[in-house]
């Protein structure tokens, strides 16, 4: 398909255990985010990375978490030493990020999102 | 702190009415607006946005108006259709100039569309 794809779809971990989540980006989108939305709440930004710039690590809710990218494709998202608050649907975008600026109508695409079980 | 709000959690219509959605938002830096539909066990669905210069958009059935001065936006749809339940999540961009694309979306309105 021509989305963006994430797995594993569902994952139930113990904690204190790390977890890796991957998100395939649509081809040729040059920006990646991940967000996550924990039960009863809107969508929390976590990460953002847009071709060899420095990620936007501002959303990152401690050091536990920390996110990679290779190139323009796929991103993986570890948490370390899982804990029951980490538990949430993740979800990735991507956008074509043509342009910058308030006349940019750059839309994020999301993927299906990784549930997210931390017993 | 919340910089974007859906002080609605659901919404009951009628098919064939109007349904009418609300966010509002207090940082006045936001510079797009978007809205997002969700299915469950779905990612969300871009639906439609607007500019911040502009106050109004129109799609088909689904027209996002803005009101700068208020820092309120709403999403018409009309006619309302059982296709159309699904949770509705008000996105506003941060970071103008370009620095960040990142979103911050509202807690979501569940609209149930009865036939």
């Known amino acids: 398909g021509a989305g963006v794809s994430q797995s594993p779809s569902n994952k139930v971990t113990e904690k204190g255990k790390d977890v890796e989540l991957r998100c395939d980006p649509i081809?040729?989108?040059?920006?990646l985010y991940w967000y996550r939305q924990r039960l009863g709440q809107g969508l929390e930004f976590l990460i953002y990375?847009?071709?060899?710039?420095?990620?936007?690590k501002s959303g990152l809710p401690s050091d536990r978490f920390s996110a990679e990218r290779t190139g323009e494709s796929v991103s993986t998202l570890t948490i370390q030493r899982t804990q029951q608050e980490d538990s949430a649907v993740y979800l990735c975008?991507?956008?074509?990020?043509?342009?910058?600026?308030?006349?940019?109508?750059?839309?994020?695409?999301f993927g299906p999102g990784t549930r997210l079980t931390v017993l | 702190d919340q910089q974007v709000k859906q002080n609605s959690p659901s919404l009951s219509v009628q098919e064939g009415r109007i349904s009418i959605l609300n966010c509002d938002y207090t940082?006045?830096?936001?510079?797009?607006f978007l809205w997002y539909k969700k299915y469950p066990a779905e990612g969300p669905t871009f639906l439609i946005s607007?500019?911040?210069?502009?106050d109004k958009n129109e799609d088909g059935r689904f027209t996002v108006f803005l009101n700068k001065s208020a820092k309120h936006l709403s999403l018409h749809i009309v006619p309302s259709q059982p296709g159309d339940s699904a949770v509705y999540f008000c996105?506003?961009?941060?970071?103008?100039?370009?620095?960040?694309?990142?979103?911050?979306f509202g807690t979501g309105t569940l609209l149930a569309v009865q036939p």
């Open positions: 975008a991507s956008s074509s990020r043509l342009i910058a600026g308030p006349l940019s109508t750059d839309t994020q695409y």
């Open positions: 081809s040729g989108h040059t920006a």
């Open positions: 990375f847009q071709g060899n710039s420095a990620p936007d």
């Open positions: 940082n006045s830096m936001f510079d797009y």
């Open positions: 607007i500019s911040s210069i502009k």
């Open positions: 996105a506003a961009r941060e970071g103008y100039g370009g620095a960040t694309n990142k979103l911050i």
